[in-house]
């Protein structure tokens, strides 16, 4: 069993992305091939390059992680929308308003993952977890929508879905309204998620 596990990079100002971070650490379920891989955060290009690992590794399932500062739990997201509208510039200066990520493609795409079952996981882990019914307009959410497309269009053997994490301790220092997460929990969290969706593709 092979599983693609994404993370972005750096963006937003930020130094570091507790999405990359925590997936350098994940390690595998027993029985899993785990293959990783860093993702720009930039609008199309992270597609691009998601779509040719997946082409490359024939995964059986891609689970992508990305940052949502401000949240308080890890949130696996049930739906992306057919929709870039950013509030700030990608990672190279790209400003998108109400463009389809596909033109003429479904105006929303679900998450093929286990999304209730690695919620419960999670929580069994003993870390925060909920589900999210908006991966937002950013660079997140069109790389949900571009991964499902993809595997409907080519890989229709591949389950695929997205994970969000909060901010990391130290992204907070300087703004202790917002709420954070040890890079443990979120390792914790990964780990527990992962095992259910292996669970999943085993039966």
Do not use: W
């Amino acid at each position: 069993m092979k599983i693609l596990l994404t993370a972005f990079d750096a963006f937003g100002g930020e130094s570091i992305n507790p999405a990359l971070k925590a997936v350098s650490l994940v390690k595998a379920p027993e029985g899993v091939e785990l293959s990783k891989l860093e993702v720009p955060t930039v609008f199309g290009k992270s597609v691009d390059v998601v779509a040719a690992a997946m082409e490359r590794e024939q995964p059986d399932a891609v689970i992508c992680i990305g940052q949502a500062g401000g949240r308080k739990a890890v949130t696996p997201e049930r739906v992306a929308i057919n929709l870039m509208d950013a509030g700030i510039a990608d990672n190279e200066g790209f400003i998108p308003v109400d463009l389809p990520i596909v033109p003429g493609g479904e105006n929303a795409l679900f998450s093929t993952l286990p999304i209730k079952a690695m919620v419960f996981a999670i929580q069994a882990a003993g870390v925060p977890a909920q589900l999210s019914n908006s991966a937002g307009t950013f660079v997140c959410n069109q790389l949900l929508y571009g991964v499902l497309n993809l595997c409907k269009e080519k890989f229709p053997n591949t389950i695929a879905g997205f994970i969000h994490v909060p901010f990391l301790p130290e992204q907070t220092v300087s703004r202790t309204e917002m709420p954070s997460l040890s890079l443990a929990s979120m390792v914790t969290a990964l780990e527990a998620a992962l095992a259910c969706i292996a669970e999943t593709i085993s039966h």
